[in-house]
């Protein structure tokens, strides 16, 4: 019902950065829900990494706070994740969804691959 689509991921050296990028390709407007940036690396369990509210209040897990910063432009229909400072272990499939009791359908994600 809600197509979320990912960009901006790529490979990396450790110390780099990357913006990535969630719009909704579907036409929905999201800008009214709280979204956030989930990870998930090859045989675990996707994370939620950064959150935002419709008004702009943020979270962070703790594995990423002071180097990752999640916006979002309303007016856009976008939501953005800026990452500096990536580490090996930030390698991982990145998502965007709502964050809330229910999700959006998931999107194909945006791999961030972090390594030398």
């Known amino acids: 019902q809600v197509q979320l689509v990912e960009s901006g991921g790529g490979l990396v050296q450790p110390g780099g950065s990357l913006r990535l990028l969630c719009a909704a390709a579907?036409?929905?407007?999201?800008?009214?829900?709280?979204m956030g940036w989930y990870r998930q690396a090859p045989g675990k369990q996707r994370e939620l990494v950064a959150a935002i509210t419709s008004g702009g209040d943020t979270n962070y897990a703790d594995s990423v706070k002071g180097r990752f910063t999640i916006s979002r432009d309303n007016a856009k229909n976008t939501v953005y994740l800026q990452m500096n400072n990536l580490k090996p272990e930030d390698t991982a499939v990145y998502y965007c969804n709502r964050n809330a009791l229910v999700y959006f359908d998931w999107g194909q994600g945006t791999q961030v691959t972090v390594s030398s």
């Open positions: 579907s036409g929905t407007k999201f800008s009214i829900y709280t």
